[in-house]
């Protein structure tokens, strides 16, 4: 079993910074993928970032490619996501996803199968 925790959510001004981080505990080594998707109020839950079980592969929404940056410890059994230039449409709660089953790249939510329990970013004007 694979368990998930987000922090690092708050409020942030228009422009501004945040890192999200992402425990992960459990039993298994971090050989697979990890995600990270967001929910806005009345939207479905929506892709954001994932990176491949080394690090070395990642791939992002076109609504945040060049803002965010997804990495990973494994070591410090760790996924961040740096999100940088934010904008009112980024305010939603951030989920950390791990699919197990796979090493690449994920972009559908339907692969992953841990979840962690989200953690809200608000951005103001």
């Known amino acids: 079993q694979v368990q998930l925790v987000e922090s690092g959510g708050g409020l942030v001004q228009a422009g501004g910074s945040l890192r999200l981080s992402c425990a992960v505990s459990g039993r298994t080594f971090m050989n697979y993928a990890m995600g990270w998707f967001r929910q806005a109020p009345e939207k479905e839950r929506e892709f954001v970032a994932t990176?491949?079980?080394?690090?070395?592969?990642?791939n992002y929404a076109d609504s945040v490619k060049g803002r965010f940056t997804i990495s990973r410890d494994n070591a410090k059994r760790t996924v961040y996501l740096q999100m940088n230039s934010m904008k009112a449409e980024d305010s939603a709660v951030y989920y950390c996803?791990?699919?197990?089953?796979?090493?690449?790249?994920?972009?559908?939510?339907?692969?992953?199968?841990?979840w962690g329990q989200g953690t809200q970013v608000t951005v103001s004007s």
């Open positions: 990176i491949s079980w080394t690090g070395v592969s990642t």
């Open positions: 996803a791990a699919a197990t089953c796979h090493r690449v790249v994920v972009t559908s939510a339907q692969w992953y199968d841990y």
